[in-house]
């Protein structure tokens, strides 16, 4: 037994994905696959919580929070902070912006660390709020099944407040500039939905206008942004399906163009961020003493360029801190801190 589970923390390729045109394997959904089916449990209840460190610091008030005119959030998936820390490219992004080193996921799997990207929860284990989304749930994605949510998201606030939001993912399959309708199938292609959390929530059911800013991101523009921008890119170039390497490469060119044009870095906040660490079982295995630890790093002209942040923070610290920069009232868990220290 314990060298089955050495074997499979080793691993490194694709994930199980049933698909119709592959199936592939990694590491930490074999284990996922084993311990769910043993628990006949195949719902996001099959998710799990991070035990996450407690911040010494009292959640800031609006006041003096006002730090960028515009957020761009691109989300990876699935790397350790010190696998990616290590690549190059990436370090040159840390040098020329702020580096977390103690940024948490807050679960495994990858689709609550979505979840409570735009909301400040991950849902696991609440069945009054999210139940089992009919268009796309489905019981082989093991901690991953989509689920239709009855709670507020970012979206929310930002709708109320009048304030300008898109949503991007690569290879959507609804391809219009101006969307009339959502599509809110679990996947098409190279697209899948787990990464991409709007459209799990209800209120993209309540209001279908909302669907005109969730969008391909072939209309993604650099030179008409947006206050707040989510980019999910697909399966290859966020590097669920593929080595790091490929997700960087992507990163690389979709960056270029950004941080090379003085008007965007002035006003606008560009964070990189990963799901989630590569492997709950590994990290079990390794006795890591700080699991789910991902690399995050903030750009723009707003920050301390070349400076890192050893204060511990996750996803829900980072959903916060752009309510509150925005305005937005709190939806989180109260009293969540703010993201400080690194700001000029």
Known sequence: MITFLVSISRATGPIFDFDLHMLRLKAKSRFRFVSCTLLAAASIACGKDTPLPEIHQAAASLTGNHHFDHVIMIVLENEDAISVAKVPYMDSLAKRGVLFRDYY???HPSYPNYLALISGHTFIGDAQKAQPDSAAYNRRD???AQLLIDAPS???GLQAQHTSWNAFAEDYPVTDQSPNRCDFGSKSGLYARKHFPFLSFKGFHDHPD???H???LKWFRSDSLAAYTF???NLIHDGHNAPL???VEWVSGFLRPLINNPAVMDSTLIIVTFDESASNTRQTLLGTVKPNVIYTVFLGNMVKAGTNSDVPYSHINLERTIETNFGLPAIGPKNTAVIEGVWR
């Open 105 to 107: 996921a807050v679960a």
């Open 142 to 144: 093991f901690g991953d």
């Open 154 to 156: 970012i979206v929310d």
């Open 210 to 212: 909302w669907c005109a």
């Open 214 to 216: 969730v969008r391909n």
């Open 231 to 233: 980019i999910a890119p």
């Open 245 to 247: 390497s490929t997700a």
